[in-house]
Each structure stands twice: as C-alpha cells, then as structure tokens.
C-alpha cells in the first residue's frame, strides 16, 4: 500500500480509470524473435550446464572426498597476566602475587596412514590457549600442542604474501583492529603501559614476528608429506626414560604468556594494579594437496567396470560402488593388490567367486544373514577338522593370506572418463591429479562394445589433454566383459570374439605405444566372474617392480656418503 501521509491531498496520486488499466492489460506488441544463438554460445552454455550437474552430483552425495584445501592455521595465544595481591591473617597489605599467562599451545602437522581425504581437516584450526595466571603466584598452564593429522601423500605449501587465498596475519590482523582509534583509544585496546618490562616485551614479540617474515620470505613451508612419521623409541634409550610421541612439523608456533604484577614492582611502586596480556599465536595459511600413492591407476570410460575389477582384485576389500550406470564411481577409491610367491592373489583364492552389482550383492547378504549362515560360520581360530559339526563358509573369511604374501601394490578405481572431460564434461578430469604419481596406468575397456578401439583413442587423448605426456604412463590394455562374447559356446560366436580380440590387440600395435617405444599388454578378462586376472596381476607386478627399481636408481646415492673419505680411510 502506497503512504500518502506525509503528502498534502492535493498530491496524491489518481486512481486509475478501468480504461486505463485495461489498456494495460492489452495484448504487447509482438517483440521481434531473437537472433540465432551462434552455435559457440550454445556448446559453451552445454559445458556450463554440464558443469553444473555434475556439481550437483558430487555434492548430493556429500563431499566425502576432498583432495584440495585451504586451511588458516593460528597457534594458540598465550594466557594473560594476573593482578593479585597476597592476603593472610595479620597481613593487611601482603605483596603482589598475580601469576604469569601459560604460553600459548603450538600447532603441528603429521601424515597418518588412517585418513584418505582431507574433508575432516576444519578450514580454521586454532592452537590451545594458554591459561592465565592467578593470585597466589599460580602461573597459567601451557596450552597443549594440536596436531593436524593429514593423510599420507599430502603436499603443505604456504600461501604467499600477496594471494587472495592467504589470511592476514599478526601484523594486518592487528592493524585492522586498532583502525580509526586515536592514540589514547589504541593504548586502552592493547592496555599497554610504557614500562620497561612492557616495552622490552613489546620488543620480544616484534623481532619473533620479523624473524618469522624472514622465514616466509627465505624459506616458505613446503612438506611433502608421504612417509608416516617413526614413533618407535630409540633402541639406546635409558631405561625409564620418559619417550615423547612425535608431534610433527610445527608450522604455527602459539603466543608468549602476559606477565603478572610482581614483575612491574619498583621502588617508585610499591603495588602496581596492571599486568600484560598473553601475546597472539602466530598465523599461517596453508594451501594441502592430497596425491593418492597408487602404484596402478584405472581410466576408463564409464561402465567399462573399473569399479567392479577393483573390487576382484583386492578379493573384495576394497569397496567400490559398482552399478550399470555411467559415473557410478565419483571419486578415486585405492585397494591393495597381495600376491604371493607363485603368483596367485588374494582375489583370486576363492574360486567361483561372483562380483555383481553393490545392490544385488547386498540383497545377497542380507538373506545369507537372514539364513544364518553367518552364525556357523568358522571364526579364524577354528578348523573345519575339529569343529566338523560347522559349516564352511566359502564366501567369507576363513583365508589368511598374510602368510602367503610377497609382494603388494595399490591399485586406485577413478571415476569414468568420456570425450571433452577436459572442457568438465561429466566428471571433468580434475581426479587424474591422484595419478599423476601412479607408477603405471591401465586402460580398462568394455570388449562387448561394437567398437572398444575407439574408445582408447578418446581416453588417450584426454590423458595427454590433462597433462602432456601422462598417456606415455600406459602399460596395459585390460579388455573386459569378455564372458559376454562367444555366445553359448557355438563355433562362430567364438570365431567373433576372437576376431574381435585380435582386432583390438593388431589396434594397440599399431596405434599405442608407452614411454620407451613399448608395446601395450592386451589381456581379456572377466572382472565380474574373476577370470584371467592371475595374468592382469602378474603383469602388472612386473610394471610396479620395473618402476620400483628405476626409482630406486635415479635416487641420490645415500650411501657414497658414507663411504669413507681420504681422511678416514686407514694409513697405509
Ligand atoms: N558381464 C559382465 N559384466 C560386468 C563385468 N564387469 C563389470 N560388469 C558390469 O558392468 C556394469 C558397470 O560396472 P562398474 O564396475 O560399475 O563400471 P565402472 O567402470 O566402475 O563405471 P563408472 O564408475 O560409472 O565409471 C555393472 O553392471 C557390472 O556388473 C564383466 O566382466 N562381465
Ligand atoms: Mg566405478
């Protein structure tokens, strides 16, 4: 409703005539139709719109995985000084007792091998205050040290000055907060008073925080976190000795503790009313990067059954979501392949072994579980011989493998790739950053397709798209589905298939080739039905060992360090 209140009557507004307003209501002239979307505008609003989708697909599932992330780090402040004066019977005016401020806690970095993502890492972490001091001399207690636990493979870089990303630090921060105040107000802000003890204080903290711009200048942090820190405790260490779990990198150290008032008693005052507040910790902005270690990375394009020979070859462990729908999979899932001596793998010891759908396999277990197979089954300390009233179970448990085991690798499963991933169709290409260190990669193609050449051209260009070179990586070309060729057995549905094999297989040759000129491995396999895996596994131990002991090669000798010089070699 209009307010006419503050407008003399005779300007109020008209009502309108109906006239009017049915004219209003006539029929807009005909607006000229709009030029023709260019076909450019309309491939680019496709991207976005794709884009946008896929988005939402990530989030509706929840942001499980995240392999990118700024944190801003503060170490703790210290505590703030007390003002106390002692009492005690017949002691009417007792000296000064205000306690110290505890330092401030520190804040320290450390990769675990427990997490794979970095999504519970909070993006403001906060050292431990230091206590404040109290009466009766009591000083503050030290704020604990926090540890930011980061998964193995993470990458700590600090923001440098300048970039958007970066948070202010002591010096901005404080600046920012005595903005605008006069000299009086800004004294009463940070209450400090010119004394000697305040002043030579105020100094201690500035030569830290040039100190520590130095740093940042000379010396950024940079961690390449991939190795788990050693919390074993030294073979030499005296006995009863009090052994200190490692606590990490120390990237944040916390603020100093205020002083209490017995520090500013003087001869001119007999009992000063003040003491200093606890310093600020300091503060740093972190960039983290999580690259995935595995030995073997899948690209594949969506329902090749990436997922599902992850799932055969770590026997099942590795949980990977399998459905026959395109981009099933959203983010890299890493298994651990085991072999043992004579080549067999832990997927591959319980023979007739079926890797459907999650969902159908879930249906499955649930009427085992309703059958009450499980409740029978032999726990690992039992023995079908002298328990025989037991039933085997052959699905589940029951193998060790870990007495057989020689040789493990990682495998990681990754979300499909499709043609112009690299302009975010679909899933985008932003997951094969887990690969880039992946010691080989394997291309898995769906040999049921009418035309599985022509996928490898695609997932090849889009690995050299993602990174020039990266498609050099490839060691192998896993054909799979092959049990839904040959048919029933009968003679020329077998010809086909083997036709189709040797068609893909004189492809490969032709056309792909790794790094150092090498042929691609073509194996046909089952994914679901286990079939022709020994094969897949054992080739690729034999990639992971290669690249193994390249690294180990082209590694600094640690060792001639040691050999010794002429100085300590033995007079002749
Ligand atoms: N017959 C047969 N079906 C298979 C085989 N491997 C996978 N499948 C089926 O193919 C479908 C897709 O399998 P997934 O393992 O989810 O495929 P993916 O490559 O991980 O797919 P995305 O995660 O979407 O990229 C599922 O229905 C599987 O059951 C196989 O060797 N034989
Ligand atoms: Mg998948």
Redesign the pocket.
């Given at each position: 409703m209009p307010r006419f209140g503050l407008l003399p009557p005779s300007r109020w507004p008209t009502l309108r005539s109906t006239e009017s307003v049915s004219r209003t209501l006539a029929p807009a002239p005909s607006i000229p139709e709009p030029p023709p979307v260019a076909e450019e505008d309309e491939s680019l609003r496709d991207r976005l719109r794709r884009r946008r989708r896929t988005e939402w697909k990530r989030k509706q599932r929840g942001q499980t995985f995240l392999d990118n992330l700024i944190v801003s780090v503060r170490g703790g402040s210290g505590g703030d000084g007390c003002v106390a004066f002692h009492r005690e019977k017949f002691k009417p005016f007792g000296p000064p007792s205000g306690g110290n401020g505890g330092r401030g806690g520190d804040v320290y970095i450390m990769p675990t091998p427990h997490l794979t993502t970095l999504s519970s890492i909070a993006k403001k972490i906060r050292g431990n205050p230091g206590g404040n001091g109290q009466g009766t001399w009591q000083n503050g207690k030290n704020g604990e040290p926090l540890v930011i636990r980061v998964p193995l493979g993470t990458i700590v870089r600090e923001i440098p000055r300048g970039d958007s990303r970066r948070s202010k630090d002591e010096w901005e921060a404080e600046e920012e907060s005595i903005e605008g105040l006069n000299a009086e107000e800004r004294l009463a802000k940070n209450a400090r008073q010119p004394l000697d003890a305040e002043r030579a204080l105020y100094r201690q903290e500035r030569e830290r925080r040039l100190a520590r711009r130095q740093r940042e200048l000379e010396a950024p942090i940079y961690l390449d976190l991939d190795k788990e820190m050693d919390s074993s405790r030294p073979v030499d260490a005296p006995l009863g000795a009090r052994h200190r779990e490692p606590l990490g990198h120390l990237v944040a150290s916390g603020g100093a503790g205020g002083l209490g008032n017995p520090h500013f008693l003087s001869q001119l005052n007999r009992a000063p009313k003040f003491a200093t507040r606890g310093g600020p910790g300091e503060r740093i902005t972190l960039a983290l990067e999580l690259k995935i270690l595995a030995d073997v990375g899948f690209v594949?394009m969506?329902?090749?059954?990436?997922?599902?020979?992850l799932r055969a070859l770590t026997g099942g462990r590795a949980k990977?979501?399998?459905?026959?729908?395109?981009?099933?999979?959203l983010n890299p899932v890493v298994g651990i392949v085991r072999v043992a001596a004579d080549g067999t793998f832990e997927g591959g010891v319980r023979p007739g072994q079926v890797h459907?759908?999650t969902l159908i396999e879930q249906q499955q277990e649930r009427e085992r579980m309703q059958r009450g197979e499980y409740a029978t089954a032999l726990t690992r300390n039992q023995t079908s011989e002298r328990h025989a009233g037991l039933r085997v179970d052959t699905d589940r448990g029951g193998y060790h493998f870990d007495m057989a085991e020689t040789f493990r690798f990682t495998i990681a499963?990754n979300?499909?790739l499709i043609s112009d991933s690299s302009e975010n169709v679909g899933l985008g290409h932003s997951f094969l950053r887990s690969m880039e260190r992946s010691l080989a990669l394997a291309y898995?193609v769906d040999l049921s397709s009418p035309a599985p050449w022509d996928e490898l051209l695609v997932l090849r260009e889009e690995l050299e798209k993602y990174q020039p070179g990266m498609s050099r990586k490839a060691r192998i070309v896993i054909a799979?589905?092959?049990?839904?060729l040959g048919g029933d057995g009968d003679d020329a549905a077998v010809a086909e298939a083997k036709a189709k094999l040797q068609q893909l297989e004189k492809f490969v040759a032709e056309q792909l080739v790794s790094g150092e000129g090498r042929r691609l491995d073509v194996v046909p396999?089952?994914?679901?039905?286990s079939q022709n895996l020994t094969r897949v596994v054992g080739l690729m131990r034999t990639y992971v060992q290669e690249a193994r002991d390249l690294l180990v090669e082209q590694a600094p000798k640690e060792l001639d360090v040691l050999q010794p010089g002429p100085l300590l070699t033995a007079p002749q």
């Open positions: 594949g969506p329902n090749a059954g990436k997922s599902t020979l990977s979501e399998v459905a026959s729908y395109a981009f099933t999979t459907d759908e499963d979300p499909g898995i799979n589905k092959a049990d839904l396999v089952s994914a679901k039905f």
